[in-house]
């Protein structure tokens, strides 16, 4: 099935490698916050927080796993590019 002609802009290549890299920050940036829900979670129980504490020590863990992760997946990504 032929695409129409005005679907595309007027690059013909694939995404960028800045657009790579922004993917790539994006999916490590989900998958720490995943592992960070879990660990910080899991961990935070052990330590008997609860309420309000628990929700601010499980939040700040998953935002820096999310960004630790995140980063490096970019770098990866960039170094492939």
Do not use: W
Not at 73 to 80: F, Q
Request: glycine share 22%; proline share 4%.
């Amino acid at each position: 099935m032929p695409l129409p002609s005005g679907s595309f802009s007027s690059q013909q290549g694939g995404p960028t490698c800045f657009d790579k890299m922004k993917t790539g920050f994006t999916i490590g940036f989900c998958v720490g916050m995943a592992s960070g829900a879990l660990f910080g979670g899991f961990s935070a129980l052990r330590y008997g927080l609860r309420g309000r504490e628990l929700i601010n020590n499980v939040g700040k863990v998953m935002i820096q796993g999310g960004g630790t992760f995140g980063t490096f997946m970019a770098i990866g990504t960039g170094i492939r590019c």
